[in-house]
């Protein structure tokens, strides 16, 4: 099994300086809003991800006032081992990864090595926002599965950025525009096969899970939706050449594609409830964290910020019983109603700890014996 047994975060948002200990099942940080809980949970994602769960510009990441931050967590490896990983961002935006005191030479093949899955507030996004978001969420996904495709879409990304560049120019080098899509078209076909088998993965879990959490009988799908559904990329950006060149930018590709969450084959953005959509939103998360688990062998650092939030109790009854069951790893909770969260956990673990988020220190609280 692998977790995180200490971490320790300095000036990162509003957590001056913290050190924390945890064990393997279930942690819990309860406190006020603004207090520091969803911080917490954010440095152990980023430790594995290496960037923030909720914000892009890396110097909203400061403490006020400062300009770098770091974070370091020890982790008992799958291996047997204990690894110490430790992270420092700069104001220039400079990333200085080491595990065990040496550099990471490529910051990006760290990804994966420290598997984590983020349940929060922010995946209504995933529901009402552009296609953009759902693209960033697969992508998370599938980068920490495979290094094959976090290195595809990054070089798609790159050769997507010197083609509109060339696009943008009055007399463009047309056979260079042609090898640029020649070599698109291969990156965006790979992405494009670990994207379609992504989503037929997380069907019959979806599923399972919304059912499980809801209690509901309600349908729920992901339908994959892409430009390359019709033909190779390279064959639609020959064909879509002249309007490229009017507009200046690439209006076909893997940059486009989508995932439609439905109910009952109708958007669940229009169609759901509250409840219904964050059901469905865990029950993507939790089928996320199923499909990761299989890939690893072993159980990811599954966090769960205010994920009671819009829950009735007995969703909130369906949700505990299954983080409670034996497939699943270290957790990590959090909840503004101290009280609630420790008469559900004491009731489903004895192997917990507690912490008090209190202006960006946490102290922990003693665990009372018996359930």
Aim: one cysteine or more; charged letters at 25%.
């Amino acid at each position: 099994m692998q977790y995180l047994k200490k971490i320790l975060v300095n000036d990162f948002r509003n957590i001056a300086l913290a050190e924390l200990e945890f064990c393997p099942n279930v942690n819990c940080i309860s406190g006020n809003n603004g207090e520091g809980k969803t911080n917490l949970l954010d440095a152990i994602y980023y430790l594995s991800m290496t960037k923030s769960a909720f914000v892009p510009v890396e110097k909203h990441n400061f403490r006020y006032g400062t300009e770098s931050f770091s974070l370091a967590g020890t982790y008992a490896m799958n291996d047997g081992l204990v690894s110490r990983f430790a992270i420092q961002v700069s104001a220039s935006g400079e990333k200085k990864l080491r595990r065990d005191d040496k550099p990471c030479q490529k910051v990006s093949s760290h990804i994966g090595v420290l598997p984590v899955v983020m349940v929060s507030p922010a995946d209504t996004q995933l529901v009402s926002e552009s296609g953009e978001e759902r693209r960033r969420f697969v992508n998370a996904v599938l980068s920490q599965i495979s290094a094959d495709y976090l290195q595809n879409i990054q070089q798609y990304n790159r050769l997507l950025v010197q083609r509109n560049r060339l696009l943008k120019d009055i007399n463009p080098d047309l056979a260079l525009l042609g090898v640029l899509s020649e070599q698109m078209s291969a990156c965006a076909a790979r992405v494009y096969e670990r994207r379609k088998a992504l989503a037929e993965g997380l069907m019959p879990l979806l599923g399972k899970y919304y059912e499980l959490i809801s209690g509901g009988k309600e349908v729920v799908g992901i339908q994959y939706v892409s430009d390359l559904d019709k033909a190779p990329l390279a064959e639609i950006l020959e064909r879509n050449r002249d309007r490229d060149l009017a507009v200046g930018f690439t209006t076909s590709g893997i940059q486009r594609d989508d995932f439609k969450f439905t109910l009952n084959g109708y958007p669940i953005r229009v169609c759901g409830s509250q409840g219904q959509q964050k059901s469905f939103l865990v029950a993507l998360k939790f089928s996320q964290y199923d499909l990761m688990q299989k890939e690893y062998g072993f159980a990811p650092v599954l966090l769960l910020d205010d994920v009671f939030d819009k829950l009735d109790p007995g969703r909130i009854a369906n949700l505990l019983s299954l983080v409670a069951g034996k497939d699943f790893g270290q957790i990590f909770i959090t909840d503004s109603n101290k009280v609630r969260m420790q008469s559900i956990v004491d009731r489903i673990t004895e192997d917990r700890t507690y912490y008090e988020a209190v202006g960006g220190q946490f102290n922990r609280l003693e665990v009372q014996d018996g359930r």
